[in-house]
């Protein structure tokens, strides 16, 4: 069985292509009785599209996998704590846990701006735990600013 950080260093290695492609470097992995059933690397810019985050393809492929649009049990490991829309499509989906790495503190819905993970006026509440090798993804995300300034 792996544990959270080998999980988290596969998210990270996704995040590693997205930059390769000039995305944002964020990856995400869910994971499902010790088996990654979607995985995901951010794509707005290459796709045309505002909602293709690491996380939503990461959903959007497990969903179909598990031909469910439920993944309750499920664990996803992003490489950076997500914005308020994929916090609330993970919410939709039933995700039973978050592990992410680096903090978001401008549009962090996981604790740092917002907290929907556990909004009262919501079904559902998911698991949190922030900081998973954080140094390692903040790394890789100011290589990516700093080579577009």
Excluded at 80 to 86: N, S
Excluded at 118 to 143: F, M, W, Y
Aim: charge should be negative; proline fraction near 5%.
């Amino acid at each position: 069985m792996l544990s959270d950080e080998d999980w988290m260093r596969q998210a990270l290695l996704l995040a590693q292509q997205a930059e390769q492609l000039g995305e944002v470097p964020v990856g995400a992995i869910i994971v499902l009785d010790d088996q990654i059933i979607g995985s995901g690397w951010n794509q707005p810019i290459s796709q045309h599209d505002p909602t293709a985050h690491a996380e939503i393809i990461a959903l959007r492929a497990a969903c179909l996998q598990q031909q469910n649009y439920r993944l309750p049990n499920a664990t996803m490991y992003i490489t950076l704590e997500p914005c308020i829309m994929c916090a609330g499509a993970i919410v939709h989906a039933r995700i039973e846990r978050v592990v992410f790495a680096a903090a978001e503190p401008k549009t962090g819905a996981a604790g740092s701006c917002f907290n929907v993970f556990n909004t009262p006026q919501l079904n559902h509440r998911v698991k949190c735990e922030g900081g998973l090798l954080a140094d390692e993804s903040s790394a890789i995300l100011k290589t990516f600013f700093r080579s577009k300034r």
